[in-house]
């Protein structure tokens, strides 16, 4: 198939680069060009951030109501798509078709959920204290421009948990997806045009390197807040750029599960695979690191093993297809160094542990099982985000939690047992934004705070958090006391 010509989208209008550069985006799954796109540089996020300054004012005077009926509208649109959108976001992304099915129908309840708390979001009156004749009003104001910064591993969730949040929330905004899956930001925002979004309230830059097109957007002074997604390592550099921009980061996790002598064991398997599976573990609450009491340790490398082989790697269009590729090439290099350095340091590879071959590109990756780790290896330092179980063992759940909270990153944890006061114990030790009981460290819902702690993020996003993130809190007061003719 010959490859589509896309565009950025500044203004209201479909543009090239100023400087007519173009990049290209290549499928994990098939190695074929799929589409062509324009390079865009600091000259071009000027011109979307100018575009989006001019339309603040007027998005920000939408009454309410009439924001959340283009978010409906958004909504039937992509419904109407989804089928179109789920393959190309498979192509470009690699991921199982199912999964991206599932992905498609999450944006639904995502978007709808937000409109709704947008319209219920309250204030707030406080009590007077100094003056008693002053009533205090807390109101939510929006913030102007927000520039909201994606990854690839879910190209359509992560990009409508923000973008037209920022809108419903009447920011204008000025989006960049990631630059190995962009064709999904590009219908996205196609949709948004076709919904009757108004002119320059959103925008759209595209680029293939994330340092100069997402640099230059937390960089300008005319964007007042940035909605970022993406790892700790970008995260950290967008706080060294971005001046006092209120920031909300979502950033990497490297999810413990831990595993107790008493848990119900076929179920903690389970829910083992799946985390580590699931999108081919290129998932931020990935189980990244597997936690199992010594006492059933054996017993659960054999389950987890088997389990594991039954996984189908292949071709992720193909609906029996349980893990597709890796997205990129620096991803499979650096699961391969986290597996090699296990090796080195007295791990055993049991089950997979290298890429496949006989595949129409190298990035398919075989679902691995790496026993006999330690704290010491970079499987317990770094997100590996490929399809690996390592297996750590521990002799008591205070060991286990030290282990566990012995990482930089904090984002989702959970814990399988059947004590509840173990569980709580555990729960109000470990150091994660989210933690679970029975179940994968691998979920998410919608209306919680969500969001990490230490290196996995600042902020919370997340139902009515999403909107306040990206919106400023101020207070009136009013002295009753003056008005004319009062005593
Ligand atoms: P990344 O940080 O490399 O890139 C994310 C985005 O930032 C891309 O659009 C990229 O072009 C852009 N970017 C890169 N350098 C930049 C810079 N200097 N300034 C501004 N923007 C820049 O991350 P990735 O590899 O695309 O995504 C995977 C990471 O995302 C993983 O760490 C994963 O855990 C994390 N993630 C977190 C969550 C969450 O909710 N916490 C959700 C999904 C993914």
Redesign the pocket.
Known sequence: MEPEHLKMYIGGEWVDAESGDTFEVKSPATGEVLAILPNGGPEDVKRAVDAANDAKERVASIPIPERAKLMYRLVEIIKQNSEKFARECTLEQGKPIRESIGELADVEPNILQQAEDMIRLEGSIHVPIVKHEMRLLSVWEPLGVIGV??????PWL?PTECVPQAFMAGNAVVF?????TPISGVRLVQCMEKAGFPKGSVNLVLGE???I???S??EHPNVDGIC????????E??TR?AGMKRLVL????LGPLIVLDDASLEKAVSDTVYGCTYNAG????ANERILVHERIHDKFLELTSREVKRKKLGNPLIEETDVGPLNNEP?AEKVERHIEDAREKGAKVVVGGRRASGFQTMLYFEPTVVDNVTPDMLFNKE?T?GPVAPIISFSDLDEAIEIANSSKYG?SAAVHTNDITKAFRFAERIKAGQVIINDTVCL?EYQHP???MKK??LGR?GGKYSLQAMMEQKTILINVGRSPGAP
């Open positions: 910064i994606t990854p690839w591993n879910f992560l960049k997806p990631a630059e190995t390197s994330g340092p097109v997402g640099g957007l937390v970022f997604t993406g790892e700790s390592a970008t995260a550099e967008i750029r979502e950033c990497g996790g290129q998932v931020c609450v991803l997100e985000f984002l998410w969500w969001g990490g996995s993020g996003m």
